[in-house]
């Protein structure tokens, strides 16, 4: 059993930056992929960022030019350093990590999850 434990949330102003962290458990850490998602308040979650094994990374369209996805497998961490921030990227993030290595943009493909950190931007 893999536990992932996102920090690094909170409120903030538009144009402002915010650094998320996801701790996991386990020792295999550095054979996961692993993902960031987020859900808004009536909407679906959706894949915001992913970084393979071997740290090849992907981006949804809207944070490819404000969000850095990066990972410390010496530390079981990864990071996702989100940069101008807008209101639109309100959400609760969640990480996610894949047993294969290998990231997609399918919530299916994650076998764990962590409980969510709760990012509010104000305008």
């Known amino acids: 059993q893999v536990q992932l434990v996102e920090s690094g949330g909170g409120l903030v102003q538009a144009g402002d930056s915010l650094r998320l962290s996801c701790t996991a458990s386990?020792?295999?850490?550095?054979?996961?992929?692993m993902g960031w998602f987020r859900q808004a308040p009536g909407k679906e979650r959706e894949f915001v960022a992913s970084i393979t094994w071997s740290s090849w990374t992907d981006y949804e369209d809207s944070v490819k030019a404000r969000f850095a996805i990066t990972r410390d497998n010496a530390k079981n961490t990864v990071y996702l350093q989100m940069n101008s921030l807008k209101p639109e990227d309100t959400a609760v993030y969640y990480c996610?990590?894949?047993?294969?290595?290998?990231?997609?943009?399918?919530?299916?493909?994650?076998?764990?999850w962590g409980q969510g950190t709760q990012v509010t931007v104000s305008s």
């Open positions: 386990g020792r295999a850490f550095s054979d996961y992929g």
């Open positions: 996610a990590a894949t047993l294969t290595g290998t990231t997609t943009r399918r919530t299916t493909a994650y076998v764990y």
